[in-house]
């Protein structure tokens, strides 16, 4: 059953649908649905059927996912798309060349899940006083060789400074 099946009229006048409508509509397609075309619909715009600015309501027997190429081709190539069913398009190019798309099915059953993983557990830490991985003499190590690589490097470029203006002078 949809997630739009008890939807109200503020959800279907919305020009996107909400999230639970988006993820049906992407698996229900699982491809773009112009024929022979295998582009995720992950990657695919939703686009309504009946066009949304000629009332045609955000559910999901009026959406499908179309990959961007043949989203354009619908709309700028002069297609004609029916939805007879949700998931069942009817096109028809311009040329007159008509097709039939239907959602893909899944003939197999779905593996069962895989149990969660047991996390690892996190390392012991003992806190400054039990690691012997400090070194208590690093600060006497690593200061003279910082100094020694700040005092060789280049001197910076010091930004030239403007002489002070005289109040008496006009502004320009």
Request: charged letters at 30%; proline letters at 15%.
């Amino acid at each position: 059953m949809p997630p739009d099946a008890d939807a109200d009229d503020a959800d279907l006048a919305r020009r996107r649908p909400g999230a639970e409508v988006d993820r049906w509509i992407r698996v229900r397609d699982r491809h773009c649905v112009a024929p022979s075309c295998h582009r995720p619909a992950h990657r695919a715009d939703l686009d309504h059927t009946r066009a949304h600015a000629l009332g045609g309501p955000t559910s999901s027997w009026n959406l499908g996912a179309w990959c961007r190429h043949h989203h354009r081709a619908k709309h700028h190539g002069g297609w004609s798309v029916r939805q007879p069913a949700p998931g069942r398009f009817e096109i028809r190019t311009r040329a007159g060349i008509a097709a039939t798309t239907a959602p893909r099915r899944i003939t197999a059953p779905l593996p069962e899940p895989r149990p969660a993983a047991r996390p690892r557990p996190l390392p012991v830490d003992a806190g400054p006083a039990g690691r012997d991985d400090i070194d208590p003499d690093w600060f006497r190590k690593v200061a003279p060789r910082r100094a020694a690589r700040d005092a060789a490097a280049e001197p910076r470029a010091t930004v030239p400074t403007t002489p002070p203006r005289d109040p008496e002078a006009p502004p320009f």
